[in-house]
C-alpha cells in the first residue's frame, strides 16, 4: 500500500485539479449563456434569408442566372474548417477534423481539396497535412459580423475567379449545452430549391429579378459564415462547460477514492503500532 505522505500528495494534486476544471465549467457557462442568446435569435433570421435566395435561384433562367449559381465541373475543392482556438472541449474539434479528413481523403477522392481555417486547432493539423490557404483565427477575438464579412468575401471571390468549384463550410452546430452536431454545408455554388420546396410565389420585382439577387447572394452568404461561426463559438462553449462538468466529477470522485484509501492507510498504521506497543509491554511483563 502506498504511503501517507504519498497518498496526501495525490489528493493534494487531484484537488488542485478539481478546482480548475470547476473554475472553468462556470467560465463557460457564463459565456454559453451569451453565445446560445445571439444564435438563437440569428437563426431564424438566416435561415429565412438562404430560403427566399434558393427559391429566387430556382426560378432564374440558365442563362441569366447569377454567377454564385455557377454549377462547374468540380475538380477543386476549397473546405472551410471551424474550430476552436482552444482545446478541453472534448471531442469538440476531434469531430471536425475528423470529417475534413472524410471530405479529403473519401468523399472528394480524386479532386483537389484545399482548406480555409478558423481555429487554431484546425490550422495545426491541417497545416501539416494539407493546403492551408488561410488561417482566419483571430476571427474570435472581435467575433462581429463585419471581420466574417471579410473571409465570405475572400471565398467569394475564390469562387468567382474560377480558383475553386465548390466550396463547403464544416462547422458544429449547437442543439444543447451537452450536443453538438458536425455540418458540412454548400456554402457555394448556391444550392437551389428542388422538389416540392420549389413553389412559385406571385412576386412583383422592383428592380428586376437579377438586380435584386445580386443583392442579396453576397449578403446570404456573409450571413451564412456568420452564422456558422456563431454556432460554433456556442458550441464550443457547451461542449467545455460539459468537458469540464465531467472532469470535476470524475475528479471529486478519485478524491474520495484517495481519501477512503488514506483513512484505510492511516489506521492501517496505527493498528500496527498498538500490535508493538502491546507487544513490548507483553514482553517486559515476561
Do not use: W
Not at 487531484?14 to 467560465?27: C, E, G, Y
Not at 462547374?72 to 475534413?100: D, E, H, M, P, Y
Amino acid at each position: 500500500m502506498a504511503n501517507l505522505k504519498e497518498i496526501r500528495n495525490r489528493i493534494a494534486s487531484v484537488s488542485s485539479t478539481m478546482q480548475i476544471t470547476s473554475a472553468m465549467k462556470m467560465v463557460s457557462a457564463a459565456k454559453l449563456k451569451k453565445a446560445q442568446d445571439a444564435i438563437t435569435a440569428m437563426r431564424p433570421y438566416a435561415n429565412k434569408l438562404t430560403e427566399l435566395l434558393q427559391a429566387l435561384s430556382a426560378s432564374m433562367d440558365a442563362d441569366s442566372g447569377s454567377k454564385f449559381a455557377d454549377n462547374r465541373v468540380v475538380n477543386k475543392v476549397l473546405v472551410v474548417a471551424i474550430t476552436s482556438n482552444r482545446g478541453l472541449c472534448g471531442a469538440f474539434n476531434t469531430n471536425i477534423l475528423k470529417q475534413c479528413v472524410y471530405l479529403a481523403e473519401d468523399f472528394h477522392i480524386g479532386k483537389q481539396v484545399d482548406f480555409v481555417v478558423v481555429g487554431k486547432k484546425a490550422s495545426d493539423y491541417l497545416g501539416k497535412r494539407y493546403t492551408v490557404l488561410a488561417n482566419h483565427s483571430s476571427v474570435y477575438d472581435d467575433l462581429t459580423f463585419d471581420n466574417v464579412a471579410v473571409i465570405a468575401e475572400s471565398l467569394m471571390e475564390q469562387f468567382t475567379n474560377g480558383s475553386y468549384d465548390r466550396i463547403e463550410v464544416v462547422y458544429n452546430k449547437f442543439k444543447n449545452a451537452a450536443t453538438q452536431l458536425v455540418m458540412t454545408e454548400q456554402f457555394l455554388p448556391i444550392v437551389p430549391m428542388v422538389g416540392d420546396e420549389n413553389i412559385s410565389t406571385d412576386y412583383t420585382f422592383e428592380p428586376s429579378k437579377l438586380e435584386i439577387i445580386e443583392q442579396l447572394i453576397p449578403k446570404s452568404l456573409k450571413t451564412q459564415l456568420y452564422k456558422g461561426i456563431r454556432d460554433s463559438f456556442a458550441s464550443e462553449h457547451g461542449a467545455r462547460m460539459t468537458a469540464m462538468h465531467k472532469a470535476t466529477d470524475n475528479a471529486t470522485e478519485l478524491r474520495d477514492q484517495l481519501k477512503l484509501t488514506y483513512n484505510k492507510a492511516r489506521q492501517a498504521a496505527i493498528t500496527n503500532e498498538i500490535l508493538e506497543i502491546v507487544g513490548g509491554a507483553e514482553a517486559l511483563n515476561n
